[in-house]
Structures are given as structure tokens and as C-alpha cells.
């Protein structure tokens, strides 16, 4: 569990991990807000901390939320322009799409007509102050939506050069802790992290 990963990197924090089985924003919503509302029953200051996916359905989940801060790690920052560029990769139009709701392409991603349609209805609006941390070589989402979303938001960039979408080696996982200790030092005592894995 990478609630477990990421405590070592969090001290002083009380962590509440959130695993979720379905990969839709209407579902997964409920078990975000859920710990969010258990954490603001207990703590003063709540922090959110998400990786790839988990950032956007954070972003849809706690947007009106009182958050102090947001960590992403490769965050999906723009899931409309993720869709539309998996569908180029894999050749489809949307005319196909709506035709056949869902398609799996070739490389093992399910795209969903209705995931499409409810992106583009419910456009997020994220007031959060965020710290990223992005990595240069990053194969899911391209370093022009993350300076687009970091030029139109309150938030500060971290790239690492050389690095993966997916943080697992050595020397990426001592740069992501690393990162992490420096944004997570100096804040203020009494609060909770939710990890929105």
C-alpha cells in the first residue's frame, strides 16, 4: 500500500489511505469524500497527497473541500487530454467510440464513451495551493499540460530529469522522498494526510 510507502516521509501526520477498486470519478467520489469528512471531523489541517489518476479524482472530489495543500506525484492534470490522446494512440475516433461506448485498445486501457462525456460536463476547478512533482520523461502526460495547469493554478513544479510516469526505481523513489520531506517540513502541527493512491 503506498499510504504505508509514504509515511516514513510524513511524520507527525496521521495518514488515511484510500484504495479504490473502480476507476470512475462518480464512484470513487464517495470514498474520497468520505475520508475527507472523517479527517475534518478530528483535525484542523487537512493535506491531500495523489499519484497519476488519483490527483484528478481528488481534484473532482474535494475541489469545494477546505484542503491546506495538495501533493501530486504525475498527476493527471487534464483527463480530457489524456482520453483524446489515448484514443490517437490507439486510433480511435470519437464517432467509434460513441458507436461502441467502450473500446479496450491494444494496450490494455478500456475507453469509455460515458467517461468522456462526464469529463467534459463536470470541468474542474481546482483553487488548492498544489505542489507537483512531474518527471521528465513522463509517457502518460506531456510536460505541456502540467506547465498549462501550473501557469493557471496556484501551484509550484518539481521535475525530476530522467524520470518515469511510475516512481519505482532507487534512485527515483530517493528523489520523490526527498521531494517529499522538503514540501512536507515546517507545516503545522494537528493535521491529516489523505492518499489518494
Given amino acids: ?52 489518476i488519483g490527483a484528478y479524482f481528488a481534484m473532482h472530489t474535494l475541489r469545494t473541500c477546505n484542503i491546506e495543500k495538495a501533493l501530486f506525484i504525475s498527476p493527471v492534470l487534464d483527463m480530457e487530454r489524456l482520453i483524446l490522446d489515448m484514443m ?64 493557471s493554478h496556484n501551484a509550484s513544479l518539481t521535475v525530476m530529469k530522467n524520470g518515469e510516469h511510475w516512481f519505482h526505481t532507487e534512485k527515483q523513489l530517493l528523489f520523490l522522498n526527498q521531494w517529499m520531506k522538503n514540501v512536507m517540513g515546517n507545516l503545522p502541527v494537528d493535521r491529516a494526510l489523505i492518499h489518494k493512491g
Avoid at 11 to 23: H, V
Avoid at 90 to 102: F, G, H, M, P, V
Avoid at 111 to 128: A, G
Wanted: proline share 3%; net charge negative; with cysteine.
Fill in 1 to 52: 500500500m503506498e499510504a504505508e510507502q509514504y509515511k516514513k516521509n510524513c511524520l507527525g501526520f496521521d495518514m488515511i489511505g484510500i484504495e479504490y477498486n473502480a476507476y470512475f470519478p462518480w464512484i470513487v467520489q464517495n470514498q474520497i469524500q468520505s475520508a475527507y469528512d472523517q479527517a475534518h471531523t478530528k483535525y484542523r489541517c487537512i493535506y491531500v497527497l495523489a499519484n497519476s
Fill in 88 to 151: 490517437i494512440w490507439a486510433n480511435i475516433s470519437e464517432k467509434e467510440l460513441y458507436e461502441k461506448k467502450e473500446i479496450i485498445t491494444d494496450f490494455g486501457e478500456t475507453i469509455s464513451w460515458d467517461y468522456l462525456c462526464f469529463v467534459r460536463e463536470n470541468p474542474i476547478k481546482w483553487d488548492i495551493p498544489t505542489e507537483i512533482l512531474y518527471a521528465e520523461k513522463d509517457e502518460l502526460i506531456s510536460r505541456q499540460t502540467v506547465d498549462s495547469f501550473v501557469n
